[in-house]
């Protein structure tokens, strides 16, 4: 059954012809807890479903590759439920996938499952996406590490309506601090005395306890050789301290949502 965190939700199952498989998907989704109904894929019927719908579920035609009628309906059909930041799940062939992959690049962040298909896998995705959404509710802790206190209490204020802030003004500090402490995400200067940040970040990436902690410079250093070196270390991003408020809450919950996609694959 579902988690006692997780109310039910609104979920459609979209398909091109009614079968068993589609049947299969719609009973365990429902078994799940969740509110879930049978589409056909009419683009007009389902606009008017996205408000209120919280995740589509869509059975790939097998035979779809040699129909260009039913690919475009398809595309337009994943492009309106993208742009309005609703969950998906496609269930199709593999093949199809890496085609749709060039046409569609944003169908990354998507969540594919490869036929022949095995309904504990559609249950299992679901809960996974809706155990993450109320992780993702949940404040995030971000550790500020910046040698000037005057910018990192400035970035402070900006992000503490949003997000619980520790701050940090050392690089070994930041290792001691994460050491200790559980954090969803470190914005870490690049140069720092001492040690400077790309130091910390292989320091962090070493040890198995830090190692998968996200981590984002947030520094004033932006040549091309510093930002070569940084992304090198492959942090989850890098964000020029000549950032607006508004740029900054724009560029973390962008990152945020990135990793909860990944930790949805």
Not at 98 to 118: A, D, M, V
Not at 250 to 257: A, D, H, P, R, V
Request: hydrophobic fraction near 40%; aromatic fraction near 6%; charge should be neutral.
């Amino acid at each position: 059954m579902i988690s006692k965190k997780i109310r039910g939700k609104y979920v459609k199952v979209i398909t091109f012809q009614q079968n068993t498989e589609v049947r299969g998907i719609e009973k365990t989704i429902k078994d799940l807890g969740h509110f879930t109904e049978i589409m056909m894929a009419d683009i007009d019927k389902i606009l008017k479903t996205l408000d209120k719908t919280s995740m589509y579920v869509i059975a790939v035609p097998e035979e779809i590759m040699s129909d260009s009628a039913e690919q475009e309906a398809l595309e337009e059909i994943i492009d309106s439920i993208l742009n309005k930041n609703k969950y998906l799940i496609l269930i199709g062939n593999k093949s199809y996938h890496n085609g749709l992959l060039k046409r569609i690049p944003e169908i990354k962040l998507t969540h594919w499952i490869n036929r022949p298909l095995k309904l504990e896998e559609v249950a299992d995705m679901v809960n996974k996406i809706f155990r993450m959404e109320v992780r993702m509710k949940e404040t995030k802790k971000i550790l500020i590490v910046d040698d000037d206190p005057s910018y990192a209490k400035t970035v402070r204020e900006w992000l503490k309506d949003s997000y619980s802030i520790s701050i940090v003004t050392a690089g070994m500090q930041a290792i001691t601090f994460l050491m200790q402490n559980q954090i969803d995400l470190v914005l870490l200067d690049y140069a720092m005395p001492v040690v400077d940040g790309p130091q910390i970040l292989e320091m962090l990436r070493s040890d198995t306890i830090t190692a998968n902690i996200p981590v984002v410079f947030l520094t004033g250093v932006g040549t091309k050789e510093s930002i070569t070196r940084a992304m090198n270390l492959k942090p989850q991003g890098y964000i020029l301290k000549t950032a607006t408020k508004e740029e900054l809450l724009k560029s973390l919950e962008t990152i945020f949502e990135k990793l909860y996609a990944s930790e949805c694959k």
